[in-house]
């Protein structure tokens, strides 16, 4: 398994996206797959960083393609690398086998 960093941007249609986030966060909460996820803060750009182990990119991609706010066109781009930390206290917690 492998550590993915997810770099959501959102679209500025924040009615919307308030409407679907407790679905998004239901999903989200379910999936074993997830490491950690959030919104950037106030004064940032509109988006979200979202970590998940899966065995592959391609299984990312599932994940987010089913994500309600993908569903619903509130993410206007995304981004998906692998992403190997290797400094920190997390750092081993993230990457574990």
Known sequence: MSTY??????TDDLDRR?????EHRD???ALPQLVVAGAWAPG???GGLLVFRAE???A???IVDADP???AGVVADVQIREWVPPLGPAASAVTQE
């Open 27 to 29: 999903y989200l909460g």
């Open 18 to 22: 308030m409407e679907v986030r407790p």
């Open 5 to 10: 960093a997810v770099i959501y941007t959102y």
């Open 56 to 58: 592959d990119k391609a």
């Open 60 to 62: 990312v991609q599932a």
């Open 44 to 46: 940032e750009p509109v």
């Open 69 to 71: 706010y993908s569903k």
